[in-house]
């Protein structure tokens, strides 16, 4: 009767298959054992680093933030002094205005209002295009919805900041955003 695999092996052979397997099983787990401990080790230096991370993200958070309210109190003194944007003066000037209205939340930087316009501006100490973006999709529809007694008023934006590049520049002024920036101790506006 024909016999197959292993089913035709010796006692002997059979003893020494199961011993082959037994050892590869055996390297098989130190490996694992040594893997475990370098994953464990990884963890460890990944924790320690999310933790300078997260220093230095306060630590540098803290001087970005710093740096904004510099900018933030170098204009909104400014414009109080003179508050005339775009050959436009105003009445009122606000700063740091916050309104929240049916789940909708957000923070304007300065408000200038007179009879007929409202200047929104938003204040950075470095703009970039993502502040130009957030600007005009995100707080201009914000300000509309959460200021309906603006609605009669001409709205404006304008972006305040203490350097752009100049792509940034033109990419403003085309879309209509007015641009301060600051020359010396005085304003310089560029009107949209």
Excluded: C, W
């Excluded at 994953?39 to 999310?50: G, I, M, P, R, S």
């Excluded at 003194?77 to 939340?105: I, M, Y």
């Excluded at 409202?118 to 993502?130: D, I, L, N, P, T």
């Excluded at 509309?144 to 008023?153: D, M, S």
Aim: net charge negative; aromatic share 8%; no cysteine.
């Amino acid at each position: 009767m024909p016999t197959v695999g292993f089913l035709a092996m010796t006692d002997n052979e059979l003893k020494a298959l199961v011993a082959g397997l037994a050892m590869a099983q055996d390297r098989t787990d130190a490996q694992l054992a040594k893997t475990d401990a370098q994953l464990a080790e990884t963890a460890a230096q990944l924790a320690k680093t999310d933790a300078k991370l997260d220093r230095l993200a306060t630590m540098y958070g803290g001087v970005g933030n710093n740096q904004g309210a510099v900018a933030e109190e170098f204009y909104y003194n400014s414009l109080k002094a003179n508050p005339v944007l775009d050959g436009l003066r105003f009445d009122f000037v606000d700063k740091n205005v916050t309104r929240s209205h049916a789940g909708l939340e957000d923070e304007f930087d300065l408000l200038l209002v007179n009879g007929q316009t409202v200047f929104v501006v938003e204040v950075k100490y470095k703009a970039h295009e993502k502040d130009l973006e957030r600007l005009l999709g995100e707080k201009a529809p914000n300000f509309q919805r959460l200021f309906p007694e603006h609605a009669g008023r001409r709205q404006r934006f304008a972006l305040a900041t203490f350097h752009l590049h100049d792509e940034l520049k033109r990419a403003a002024l085309e879309q209509g955003v007015s641009v301060l920036q600051r020359k010396g101790d005085v304003i310089e506006t560029l009107a949209a």
